[in-house]
């Protein structure tokens, strides 16, 4: 088996590490520079749009008027993956950090573990790593399901259980071996709305409930000597939770917030999506599931906020 080699070796080892870095960022000030978040602190035209989308991002949230909503934003380019969300979170109405502050797992860099994380909405937007064009899509709940998962959300001590105690960017959903970000959120909803209670074999419960449910994580199909060049490069990036017929072809299934979209939408069809993205100083929102395009061209339709 030989390993990839020259640019497209390069591709790989981009498309890994994007992937890995999905939630693996120390919480701590947009800006701050880690291993594991190594992108430049944006210059202030690119600031001043992020932070006046993160206020469009609010107006949203209050407007639905519910006390939960799914959020997701882009990072690393993960098209290689057929992906533009790698980040999903909670946005709280009654938010500990302020009001629709973000709660989500991270990956802290500096003592090389998961943590759960309440994060604004300003600093959850300016995180955003994508040099181009970046997206944030909200899914607005109706009450009667956002009001069991603030409530979950909210619960210390119940959000705390379903914290797996090892990271994987790839964490395979039906095993709790590791857990991703991504994966929390899964299974917090699971708990949420299957009524799921006390901390015992919470993680395996939760996930048997989502299977019920029918859940269905999004496949992932990289070239299995993609895996043994990635691994030198890319420690957060784990295989031995999946399935060996998985492995042999290259095909994971992970959560992604692509997934939990798609599981809200078929569970609640009143649920609702509002897309935002910008490029340059311009800020695109479409309401409704049709994605914005690649390059944020606004089509018939979609709100445009030009700041210059």
Request: hydrophobic content about 45%.
């Amino acid at each position: 088996m030989r390993a990839p080699h020259g640019r497209g070796a390069g591709r790989l080892r981009r498309a890994w590490l994007a992937l890995a870095l999905a939630c693996a960022a120390m919480p701590g000030t947009a800006g701050v520079l880690r291993y594991c978040d190594p992108q430049p602190e944006a210059d202030a035209a690119r600031h001043d749009t992020l932070l006046r989308m993160a206020a469009l991002v609010r107006q949203e949230l209050q407007r639905a008027g519910t006390g939960a909503a799914l959020i997701a934003r882009s990072g690393l380019d993960l098209k290689r993956f057929g992906a533009r969300y790698s980040h999903a979170g909670i946005s709280l109405a009654a938010g500990p950090a302020a009001p629709w502050s973000v709660r989500q797992l991270f990956f802290d860099c500096d003592e090389k573990r998961s943590r759960l994380f309440d994060q604004g909405i300003a600093g959850f937007v300016l995180a955003q790593q994508a040099p181009g064009a970046g997206f944030v899509s909200l899914v607005l709940l109706p009450q009667q399901t956002a009001r069991p998962l603030a409530a979950a959300a909210l619960d210390d001590g119940l959000a705390l259980a379903l914290l797996g105690a090892r990271y994987s960017a790839n964490a395979y959903p039906w095993s709790t071996r590791y857990q991703n970000c991504n994966q929390w959120v899964a299974e917090l909803m699971a708990a949420a709305w299957g009524g799921l209670q006390g901390p015992e074999n919470l993680r395996e419960r939760a996930q048997a409930w989502l299977g019920r449910a029918a859940y269905r994580p999004s496949p992932m199909t990289v070239r299995p000597q993609a895996l043994v060049f990635a691994a030198p490069f890319v420690p957060w990036v784990q295989v031995d939770d999946h399935p060996e017929e998985a492995r042999r072809a290259g095909v994971f299934e992970v959560s992604m917030p692509a997934a939990l979209e798609e599981f809200v939408r078929a569970r609640d069809p009143a649920a609702t999506r509002v897309e935002l993205c910008h490029v340059g100083r311009r800020i695109v929102l479409r309401r409704g599931w049709a994605p914005l395009p690649e390059g944020c061209v606004p089509e018939d339709g979609d709100e445009v906020v030009e700041l210059d």
